[in-house]
């Protein structure tokens, strides 16, 4: 007994349709990659994280002081001063990372303090396209 076969062309249609979709799954995937920057190699010259991380450990404590004091004579309490303080610096430090290319975003902001002394603490991270770095910040302000 043979078998009959059919003359019609249904077969290699579906055929060809799964082979246009598997290269059209594949051109997206390599596209995706690409613009994921995956492919491209780290850049060991690049340190803008390092050099940001450095300068916001360095302007923490006199920039705390600084705002703290002057939101102090203006009126606030010492912990509403150092509060206040602490999320200008945070929108701050955002927005100059941003003009520099490095992502700078401060949070766990807190307070803690009895008296006339306050200490301010908080998580930075800082972000590039090549790095990202976790420090702590931690300034104490005695208020006169």
């Known amino acids: 007994m043979r078998r009959k076969f059919a003359d019609d062309e249904r077969g290699q249609m579906l055929l060809m349709t799964g082979l246009i979709?598997?290269?059209?799954?594949?051109?997206?995937?390599?596209?995706?990659?690409?613009?994921a920057s995956l492919g491209e190699?780290?850049?060991?010259?690049?340190?803008?994280?390092?050099?940001?991380?450095?300068?916001?450990l360095t302007v923490w404590q006199p920039l705390m002081e600084n705002r703290s004091f002057a939101l102090y004579d203006a009126g606030s309490n010492?912990?509403?001063?150092?509060?206040?303080?602490?999320?200008?610096?945070?929108?701050?430090?955002?927005?100059?990372?941003?003009?520099?290319?490095?992502?700078?975003?401060?949070?766990?902001?807190?307070?803690?303090?009895e008296g006339s002394t306050r200490v301010v603490s908080a998580s930075a991270g800082i972000a590039d396209s090549h790095a990202r770095l976790q420090v702590t910040l931690e300034a104490t302000v005695t208020f006169s």
Do not use: K, W
């Open 21 to 35: 979709l598997m290269f059209a799954l594949l051109t997206m995937s390599l596209n995706t990659v690409r613009t």
């Open 41 to 56: 190699p780290y850049d060991a010259q690049e340190d803008a994280v390092l050099d940001t991380s450095a300068e916001t």
């Open 78 to 113: 010492e912990t509403e001063a150092a509060t206040a303080a602490a999320q200008s610096i945070a929108d701050d430090l955002m927005r100059h990372g941003e003009a520099r290319g490095v992502e700078i975003i401060l949070s766990d902001i807190t307070v803690t303090g």
